[in-house]
């Protein structure tokens, strides 16, 4: 079984702090993802990466930032935590291009 | 671009009823489509996924969906629901030539007693 893995379940952080969540996937996959998920709005990618230093923007990558120095860890950085950041963030990670096999999320409050 | 419509933000439904939860896709070429569940505080689950050939696919759980490429639909319906489907639903497509998924907002399904 793939596993996905998110470094905390909860995290809750003061504004202007600098954020790192980790993920480490198991299953030597190409693609990695970060989404943030809200409710009413579903989830929205925020960076993908498809290869090691590699990474793309998805539609909401304001005020992020990752790094991708390793296959297996794909990390998301918030430089400067703000409260409209608060929310889930779903790690994934796929070998082809259709499924996407998730973590189990952590939820980040920022105060 | 793609985008996904869930119409229904919540569907509450009695045990052993059925249920149909709604998704509709637009896009401008062929795509992947999916439906994922979370279960409460944990990430999401892969039900099913529909590629290419038959254009009705089963899941785990118990759940299919049709694809309707005239209607741009894919629903996903269960015959009898448990009070362990009690979860959100959530729609999803993808171009094959990329690797990015677009979702939906989500379903809430409630199966109550």
């Known amino acids: 079984d793939v596993k996905v893995t998110q470094s905390s379940r909860y995290l809750v952080k003061r504004t202007g702090e600098k954020v790192f969540l980790e993920c480490v996937q198991d299953?030597?996959?190409?693609?990695m993802f970060w989404y943030r998920q809200d409710p009413g709005l579903g989830l929205r990618l925020i960076y993908f990466?498809?290869?090691?230093?590699?990474?793309e923007k998805g539609d909401i990558p304001e005020g992020y930032s990752v790094s991708r120095e390793k296959k297996e860890r794909f990390s998301l950085i918030l430089e400067s935590a703000s409260t409209n950041q608060t929310s889930m963030y779903l790690c994934?990670?796929?070998?082809?291009?259709?499924?996407?096999?998730f973590g189990p999320g952590t939820r980040l409050t920022v105060l | 671009a793609q985008s996904v419509t869930q119409l229904d933000s919540q569907v509450p439904v009695f045990e052993e009823a059925p249920v149909e939860l709604r998704c509709n896709y637009s896009?401008?070429?062929?795509?992947?489509l999916f439906w994922y569940v979370q279960y409460p505080n944990q990430g999401l689950q892969l039900l099913l996924k529909?590629?290419?050939?038959?254009?009705l696919v089963k899941g785990i759980n118990g759940f299919e969906a049709e694809f309707n490429k005239s209607q741009t639909s894919f629903h996903l319906r269960k015959p009898s629901v448990h009070i362990s489907d009690t979860a959100e639903y959530f729609c999803?497509?993808?171009?094959?030539?990329?690797?990015?998924?677009?979702f939906g907002t989500g379903t809430r399904l409630l199966v109550s007693p």
């Open positions: 994934a990670s796929s070998e082809s291009r259709d499924v996407q096999f």
């Open positions: 299953m030597d996959h190409e693609n």
């Open positions: 990466s498809y290869d090691v230093k590699m990474k």
């Open positions: 896009s401008s070429v062929s795509v992947y």
């Open positions: 529909y590629l290419s050939g038959s254009t």
């Open positions: 999803a497509v993808s171009v094959p030539s990329l690797q990015k998924l677009v």
